[in-house]
């Protein structure tokens, strides 16, 4: 069973469109995250939610919208895509956010902006 | 601000050679330290963690001690395998910080037969 599942795996899109990656977690955590690799491969949080609140929003661009419809789901919506935005981005959860919790990752969608 | 900072990879080791990979840290508060492995293609798992002071952390062969005199945290295997081949990740989250992990830049080890 697929503890936090992305989809898709791979998007390819041109820019200036919108689009959108879906995270699930069957875990029961309440926090869920987005963090963005880049090609150097540095990992850096884009945004946290706990129990469905927005409590990190690390200085990214408006394009980004981040919704939770529920603790179990963390979506990720990107408008008028820019070259810029090509990276990997993983979702992940973790039982609490306090500091010390363990955050489990998904296998990551990467995104490529032509 | 909290930063990590990890020593420069790739590191390139033969099978059964002694692994340490560098991690020191600065941080406003008191972290909880963590090494995150990545294989190829895949998304980011859990190593190991400690979470005060002089705690060991300990994982497929894998240790590390938090010292918090010198701020580090760094990587040790004794004998590391070809499967071992990944990046590593250090990273710490502080109390407050809404468990946001801070990560280090990574440190790509290839293990050779």
């Known amino acids: 069973d697929t503890a936090v599942s992305q989809t898709p795996k791979y998007l390819v899109t041109q820019m200036g469109n919108d689009k959108s990656i879906k995270c699930e977690q069957n875990l029961g955590h309440d926090t869920m995250y987005w963090y963005k690799q880049d090609s150097k491969k540095f990992l850096k949080i884009m945004f946290s939610y706990n129990n469905k609140e927005l409590i990190i929003n690390e200085t990214v661009p408006n394009r980004f919208s981040p919704k939770s419809p529920d603790k179990a789901h963390l979506n990720l919506h990107i408008n008028s895509l820019e070259l810029g935005d090509s990276a990997v981005y993983f979702c992940a959860s973790s039982q609490g956010a306090g500091g010390k919790y363990e955050q489990y990752f998904g296998p990551g969608t990467r995104l490529t902006v032509t | 601000g909290n930063s990590v900072t990890q020593m420069e990879g790739p590191v390139t080791l033969s099978e059964e050679a002694f692994l340490t990979i560098n991690c020191t840290y600065t941080a406003t508060g008191y972290p909880s330290l963590f090494w995150y492995v990545q294989y190829p293609g895949e998304g980011l798992q859990l190593l190991l963690k400690?979470?005060?002071?002089?705690d060991k952390g300990s994982n497929k062969g894998f240790e590390a001690t938090y010292r918090k005199e010198t701020t580090s945290f760094h990587l040790e295997k004794g004998s590391v395998q070809v499967s071992d081949s990944a990046v590593y990740f250090c990273?710490?989250?502080?109390?407050?910080?809404?468990?946001?992990?801070?990560f280090g830049t990574g440190t790509q080890l290839k293990v050779e037969l």
């Open positions: 990273a710490l989250t502080v109390t407050g910080g809404g468990n946001k992990l801070t």
């Open positions: 400690a979470t005060k002071a002089d």
